[in-house]
C-alpha cells in the first residue's frame, strides 16, 4: 500500500467508504502528481528470492507484472510464492527473525515500502528479514484493467475483517499456505541462515497485516513468537491462551481501519497477553517507509525498540 490523503476519522461506509478504500489503493498526497501513474516495468532482478513449495496459483491465467507508483515498485498477479532473505552481517547478527508481509489489498504487493526496505532496516539493526512475496488474487494484465478490477471490487460488499472468520481463513487459504511454507523453510534453513528457532517473528501491512493475524491463528506450526500489524483492521478475535506478543501501529487519518474500534487491542489486553499499541495523530493508510513529516514515521524505531524490550534482538551467547 501507499501512503493516502488525509482521510476523515469517523467510520466511512457506502460510497465515502469505497472512495477511501480506492485513495488508498490508488492514489497518494506523499507524492508529486507524476508520480501517481502506474507505470509498467520490467520483472526485477530477484537473483536471492526462493521458490516456495506451495506451488502455482491454482487456475491462474494472468502472469506476475510489476509496475512503478511512488517512486516505488509493485508486484500484481503472483501466482508464485517466494522469499527473499536479507540477512544481517556476521557482526550484528542477533539470531531474531521477521517474515515480512507487504500490502496491497491481495491484488498487489508494495514489495519496496513494505517489504525491502523494511527487510534492509531490520538486517541492519542485526534481525534476518524475510520478505514474503506471497499469492495474489488474479487482475487483468493491462494498468487499467488493474485499476477497473480495484473499482469493481470495491462497488461489492464490503468484506469481513475479522482474521479468524471462516469466511477469511477460506479466501486466504492460498496466502496462509505461502506463510506457513515460509516459516518452513526458515526453521529449515535456521542453523545456516543464523537464526533462533524460537525467535521467528512477522510483520504485516494492511493486507499483511490480515495475513500476519491469520498465520497467527492458523496453527502451533506456524505461529510466530511474535507479530506486527501495521495499519491492518482492529476487528475483533478470540486470542489464543498463548498468543504472540502483538505490536500496532496505525494513524488516526487513516480512512480505512482507524474508524472502527480497538477490539482487537481490548481483546489481547483481556486474554493477558502482551500488547503495545501506537496511535499516530497523522499518517494516512499506507505510511510505511516512506519518510514523511509526522509522528508515524517514527514507527519502526519505536517496533525495534519494543522487539529489544522484549529481548528478541538481545545477541545469542
Do not use: C
Request: hydrophobic share 45%; aromatic share 10%; no cysteine.
Amino acid at each position: 500500500m501507499t501512503p493516502t490523503r488525509p482521510l476523515p476519522r469517523r467510520p466511512v461506509a457506502g460510497r465515502r467508504w469505497r472512495f477511501a478504500l480506492v485513495a488508498a489503493l490508488l492514489w497518494s498526497a506523499g507524492a508529486s502528481a507524476q508520480d501517481d501513474t502506474m507505470v509498467p516495468i520490467p520483472m526485477p532482478a530477484q537473483p536471492d528470492a526462493i521458490a516456495l513449495d506451495t506451488g502455482p496459483l491454482p487456475g491462474a491465467t494472468a502472469t506476475e507484472a510489476w509496475h512503478r507508483q511512488y517512486e516505488r515498485v509493485f508486484a500484481r498477479n503472483v501466482t508464485q510464492a517466494t522469499l527473499t532473505p536479507f540477512l544481517p552481517e556476521a557482526g550484528k547478527a542477533t539470531g531474531a527473525a521477521v517474515i515480512v508481509a507487504p500490502g496491497g489489498g491481495f491484488r498487489s504487493l508494495s514489495m519496496e515500502n513494505e517489504g525491502w526496505d523494511v527487510a534492509r532496516a531490520l538486517a541492519e539493526r542485526g534481525v534476518a528479514a524475510f520478505v514474503l512475496k506471497y499469492r495474489l488474487n488474479q487482475t487483468p494484465e493491462d494498468l487499467e484493467g488493474f485499476a477497473q478490477s480495484i473499482r469493481d471490487m470495491l462497488a461489492g460488499p464490503r468484506p469481513t475483517r475479522r482474521a479468524d472468520a471462516p469466511e477469511a481463513i477460506e479466501a486466504l487459504r492460498p496466502q496462509i499456505a505461502d506463510a506457513r511454507a515460509a516459516f518452513a523453510l526458515v526453521r529449515s534453513r535456521a542453523e545456516e541462515w543464523g537464526v533462533d528457532r524460537d525467535r521467528i517473528g512477522m510483520i504485516g501491512f494492511s493486507a499483511g497485516a490480515m495475513l500476519t493475524m491469520a498465520t497467527t491463528l492458523a496453527g502451533e506450526d506456524a505461529r510466530p513468537a511474535f507479530i506486527a500489524n501495521i495499519y491492518g483492521p482492529l476487528s475483533a478475535i478470540q486470542v489464543p491462551a498463548d498468543a504472540p506478543p502483538l505490536f500496532v501501529a496505525l494513524a488516526a487519518d487513516d480512512g480505512l481501519f482507524a474508524g472502527s474500534g480497538f477490539d482487537l487491542i481490548e481483546n489481547w489486553r483481556a486474554a493477558g497477553r502482551p500488547v503495545e499499541f501506537h496511535f499516530y495523530e497523522r499518517g494516512g493508510h499506507g505510511f510505511g517507509m516512506y519518510p514523511k513529516d509526522t509522528t508515524s514515521t517514527g514507527w519502526f524505531d519505536a517496533y525495534v525498540r519494543w522487539l529489544a524490550m522484549h529481548g528478541y534482538v538481545t545477541r545469542a551467547q
